[in-house]
Structure formats: C-alpha cells, structure tokens
C-alpha cells in the first residue's frame, strides 16, 4: 500500500502565505508526476498544479504567479507554496501521485486525506 499524508494547511488571512507539504510512503519503486488539488464546497475537485520528476510544472490559470509547486525525489515528497492567499482560495487541498507500486509494478494514482486552507477577508 502507498499513503500520501498532507500537511501545512490551516487559517490565514487574505494576503498571506501557507506551505503544503504532502509526503509519499509505503510500497513504492517510483513516484512519478506528483500535483495538488483543490474542492472547495459544493464544487468539484479542480487541478492547481502538477509537477513531473524532470521538475516541468503546470498550473492553474487562477494560481499562476501566486503558488509554486516543487518536489524533493530523494524523499517522494511535493510542496505547494501559496502566496498573495485571497479567500477564493479558500478549499481542502489534496495531494495527489502517480506512483509505480514495488507489488506489482503496476502504475497507480494514490490521493492524500486533504488538508483544510481556509482563508479570510
């Protein structure tokens, strides 16, 4: 089995920063494209940035310039870096990985629990 465990969201005010960090364990052979994602109530689950193991990254249009996603390969490990934080920011953030499973080797998309970001005017 993989776990990807979140951690760093919380309460912060419109115009501050949070770190998320989302660390990936258990039966791995390799991680590959890593990203998080957001829901906030009553909507869907939506992209806001993916990170491959070369390190090129994508993001959403709503999120450009203001978040940075980043991974240490040694440690399976990916962040997310919230900057200029608004209240539409305001969702659970999951984390999410493309991983190849030392069982079987066979690729899998594993998820995170989610991690609360609440964000106030």
């Known amino acids: 089995q993989v776990q990807l465990v979140e951690s760093g969201g919380g309460l912060v005010q419109a115009g501050g920063s949070l770190r998320l960090s989302c660390a990936a364990s258990?039966?791995?052979?390799?991680?590959?494209?890593m990203g998080w994602y957001r829901q906030a109530p009553g909507n869907q689950r939506d992209l806001v940035a993916t990170i491959s193991t070369g390190d090129s990254t994508e993001y959403a249009d709503s999120v450009k310039g203001r978040f940075t996603i980043s991974r240490e390969n040694a440690r399976n490990m990916v962040y997310l870096q919230m900057n200029s934080l608004t209240p539409e920011d305001t969702a659970v953030y999951y984390c999410?990985?493309?991983?190849?499973?030392?069982?079987?080797?066979?690729?899998?998309?594993?998820w995170g629990l989610g991690s609360q970001v609440t964000v106030s005017s």
């Open positions: 258990g039966k791995i052979f390799r991680v590959n494209a």
């Open positions: 999410n990985a493309d991983v190849l499973d030392l069982t079987d080797l066979n690729r899998k998309t594993y």
